[in-house]
């Protein structure tokens, strides 16, 4: 029998009143089926339960449900933005990486900037580096380079990364981020003495994403069409004025506006119109020359100083759009460093081969095993073609039958021309530290390159910080470790965080003995 409503319904269907095609304005179910009622739900009658049966409200709250995914484990509070590198030399006798073989060819970008430590909408004002990841569409695949704004790191072996982004985040017992667990890790690691000195200066709390420089931090191989290789950094240098926030002006900014870095991309890049640029600065090194400094070359916490190895300005980075959709672009990108294309390799770095493997791997976790198969990570200007298959939400098609290679059916072959570089080694497998530690030195030259108030600001902010660490031992110790740094920049430090300066001296002399004695038996052992 029909119901009143339906013969209402027939009768306007019959005299052409409406139409059963759903219109494009038409709110749809996941399967494409009109939605009748989004405002109630269906009910057992006025006083009854809810029914079971409303697919619709059961699929909406399901989908609400699973908006998440999980978190980036760090760097999650970040903002992405478009644009294109600009190459201004030819470097092909150099590189076979196709962004780099013509003078004035152009690729396009997609960069995500971020922060490291806290989570996925805290406060963007907060002492941390900043990330700078590059994500280049090239028509030989995807090549990511995920640097960050200082130009050295914490450690030097990957294999202290989990330890040292525990005692950075807070507390698993009180969820309270406690500048006493980060003291207490790093007076094990005097290798941490460079980044902590750029960290609590005020480099640690830019002023805008665009407003400061960025830099792959490790060494990369170039790889010429022979196979012959030479050790290569990027750097890059922004066209926009440097700005940082003082430690008060970021309090009183974060009291106005917790998230102004990404406001900043979003009014001057995506309302105004505004680009932001940045120059590429190359420096070059021969493998020979790997063991003429006084430093490691491929010690992640520690620079090239530019006096020894000169950098040259060999392109541009322009960003001039921001992405349509946050979660589908930027939450959803995927940086890593083993995305790498014909041209350019990984150094031996401990923390760049660390890298290689953690990166893809927790966004096999994060975004599932088509992570690269997202529109904002699948590459542009190349196409996949391999047989690696199915896996959850994989959504390409394939009407191949041959999934497998060799195949006499299929032409799909690798090409020799592509093989990674080979490199001659020897010697022992071995569990030892650099023997060129060199713990302290640029630390010292990076606090003397700041002013006199960037000085006595980079001292209140790790001293201050320091003071509220219980232990006396460990005051004393990351206190000598600025001290061998600089003489100035320990003894305020120790001063602030009242700390023994007589201790500290001691204390200080001891770990250059340490250093000088490790590094000759690790000399010897090599
Ligand atoms: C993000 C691990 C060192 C820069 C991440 C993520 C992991 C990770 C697991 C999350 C990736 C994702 O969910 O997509 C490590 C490990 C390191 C290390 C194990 C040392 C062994 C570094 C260093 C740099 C760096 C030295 C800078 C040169 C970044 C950046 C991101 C990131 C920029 C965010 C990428 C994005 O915007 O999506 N790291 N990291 N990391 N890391 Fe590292």
């Known amino acids: 029998m029909k119901t009143a409503f339906s013969k209402v319904l027939l009768a306007c269907v019959t005299a052409g009143m409406l139409s059963l095609s759903v219109q494009a304005d038409t709110l749809t179910r996941q399967n494409g089926a009109p939605v009748g009622d989004n405002q109630n739900s269906q009910t057992a009658g006025p006083w009854g339960p809810v029914l079971l049966q409303d697919s619709h409200l059961i699929e909406k709250l399901a989908s609400f449900d699973r908006e998440r995914i999980p978190e980036r484990v760090v760097h999650a509070r970040g903002t992405g933005v478009y644009g294109y590198y600009e190459n201004y030399e030819d470097l092909s006798d150099e590189t076979m990486a196709a962004p780099f073989q013509k003078e004035g060819k152009k690729t396009d970008v997609f960069v995500r900037f971020s922060a490291v430590i806290h989570g996925h909408q805290s406060p963007e004002t907060l002492r941390?580096?900043?990330?700078?990841?590059v994500k280049f569409y090239t028509e030989q695949g995807n090549w990511d380079l995920v640097g960050n704004n200082f130009p050295v790191f914490f450690i030097r072996d990957a294999i202290k990364f989990p330890d040292m982004v525990h005692a950075f985040k807070p507390s698993p017992v009180t969820n309270v981020q406690m500048g006493s667990r980060i003291f207490d890790f790093f007076s094990h690691v005097p290798e941490g003495t460079h980044a902590l000195t750029m960290l609590f200066s005020d480099y640690g709390t830019p002023a805008s994403y665009l407003n400061m420089n960025g830099s792959g931090v490790h060494a990369f191989k170039f790889v010429d069409e022979s196979g012959d290789y030479k050790y290569v950094k990027f750097t890059w240098k922004a066209n926009q004025p440097v700005k940082n926030f003082t430690a008060e002006q970021a309090m009183k900014v974060q009291g106005e506006d917790f998230q102004p870095h990404t406001s900043d991309i979003y009014t001057r890049i995506g309302e105004k119109g505004e680009t932001a640029s940045w120059d590429l600065y190359l420096q070059e090194m021969e493998p020979e020359q790997l063991d003429d400094y006084d430093f490691n070359p491929l010690d992640t916490t520690k620079i090239w100083p530019e006096s020894l190895v000169p950098a040259r300005k060999i392109g541009r980075l322009v960003l001039n759009r921001v992405p349509d959709n946050f979660f589908e672009e930027t939450e959803q990108a995927a940086f890593a460093p083993s995305n790498l294309i014909p041209g350019i390799e990984p150094s031996e770095d401990r923390m760049l081969q660390g890298r290689l493997f953690s990166y893809a791997d927790t966004q096999r976790?994060?975004?599932?095993?088509?992570?690269?198969?997202?529109?904002?990570?699948?590459?542009?200007?190349?196409?996949?073609?391999n047989h690696e298959q199915h896996g959850q939400l994989r959504t390409t098609h394939s009407t191949r039958d041959v999934n497998y290679q060799p195949s006499r059916r299929v032409d799909l072959n690798e090409d020799p021309a592509y093989r990674y570089s080979s490199k001659p080694l020897a010697g022992m497998t071995q569990q030892i530290p650099f023997y060129k530690e060199q713990n302290f030195k640029q630390a010292g030259d990076f606090y003397r390159s700041l002013s006199k108030e960037g000085r006595q600001h980079l001292i209140e902010n790790m001293g201050g910080t320091l003071a509220g660490t219980p232990e006396e031992e460990i005051r004393v110790i990351i206190s000598a470790y600025?001290?061998?740094?600089?003489?100035?920049?320990?003894?305020?430090?120790a001063k602030r965080a009242n700390a023994s300066l007589s201790k500290v001296k001691a204390k200080a002399k001891e770990l250059m003995d340490t250093q000088t004695e490790r590094a000759k038996h690790a000399k010897q052992v090599a």
């Open 482 to 493: 600025m001290y061998n740094a600089d003489k100035e920049y320990g003894t305020g430090v």
């Open 365 to 385: 976790y994060r975004l599932g095993v088509n992570a690269y198969r997202i529109p904002v990570n699948s590459p542009k200007n190349a196409t996949i073609d």
């Open 128 to 133: 941390d580096p900043r990330g700078f990841a």
